[in-house]
């Protein structure tokens, strides 16, 4: 049974409480170069990309972050680490929403400040804890537990948010291995009703990280857990979409594409069957993108 969760609204694209789980990507293009920012995500919202999300690692993002959230044709998030100021001016730029760590912005006052920042221009928080963001009182706190701490650094961050009026939240889990994942999730999703952001962070290349990413986030959308979907790959980020969509359709919540049946090729084959195969796979993909009926 899908778990039931509030409902937050980036950019007009409904996340939680039944609404379709969306796939994300992030860019990896210099966000101050608009121009080559921008043709990715047109890239990827062809793709089928539902939500984007870029770096701001400094000032001089920010103009483009602007420019990019007027000209985006999908809702942008503005990736945010250690600068909580960064986090408030991205909300000044317009940002649909921004994912940020509060266990790395400083201290409680810094997080409050981002959290009062969003609720006054009422955007949604992603709340991100990695395994790596914890702190050894944290773990010390749960016995050395990490899927136990992570619940319980999350559960903390939101608890500051919501007392300084931001309640648009939505939280990820990651570790880099599957299990520390998958167990983080389903605890975090027994105790509360944020909206769940899925991943298995760090992945690896695609030959490890599809494997990783398809069993953990399958693992929790098959247990009715999860809202959106990233598939972090050491890859181009249109790999990373054509992932997620591929685990949406094999789960059942995305109506499949047409399968493409293609053999695996033997001393018989006298062309170069793989690219012709892609090439048919893609163009599949642009056309249910476009809404077309196939």
Avoid: W
């Amino acid at each position: 049974m899908p778990r039931t969760t509030r409902r937050i609204s980036l950019g007009g694209v409904p996340v939680g409480a039944g609404a379709p789980v969306t796939v994300q990507s992030m860019t990896n293009t210099r966000t101050d170069d608009v121009a080559a920012t921008m043709a990715q995500i047109e890239e990827l919202a062809s793709a089928g990309c539902d939500l984007i999300r870029v770096a701001v690692p400094d000032r001089n993002s920010l103009a483009g972050l602007a420019e990019l959230v007027r000209e985006s044709p999908i809702p942008v998030i503005a990736d945010i680490h250690f600068d909580y100021r960064l986090a408030i001016s991205a909300i000044e730029a317009g940002a649909h929403a921004i994912r940020i760590n509060p266990g790395n912005l400083g201290g409680a006052d810094r997080a409050t400040a981002v959290a009062k920042a969003a609720h006054a221009a009422a955007i949604p928080v992603r709340i991100g804890v990695n395994t790596g963001s914890l702190t050894g009182q944290q773990l010390a706190a749960c016995s050395g537990q990490r899927p136990e701490a992570m619940v319980a650094a999350a559960r903390e961050y939101c608890t500051m948010f919501e007392e300084a009026g931001c309640h648009a939240l939505k939280v990820s889990l990651k570790a880099s291995d599957v299990a520390t994942t998958v167990t983080a999730c389903r605890l975090f999703a027994a105790q509360t009703d944020y909206p769940l952001h899925l991943g298995v962070t760090e992945a690896g290349t695609p030959a490890a990280g599809l494997v990783k990413s398809a069993i953990g986030i399958g693992a929790l959308l098959l247990d009715g857990i999860g809202d959106t979907i990233r598939v972090s790959l050491t890859a181009p980020p249109i790999e990373e979409v054509k992932a997620g969509l591929r685990i949406l359709e094999a789960v059942g919540l995305r109506e499949a594409a047409p399968e493409i049946v293609s053999c695996p090729t033997c001393g018989r084959t006298r062309i170069a069957l793989q690219p012709l195969v892609e090439a048919v796979e893609d163009e599949v993909r642009r056309v249910q993108a476009s809404g077309h009926t196939i």
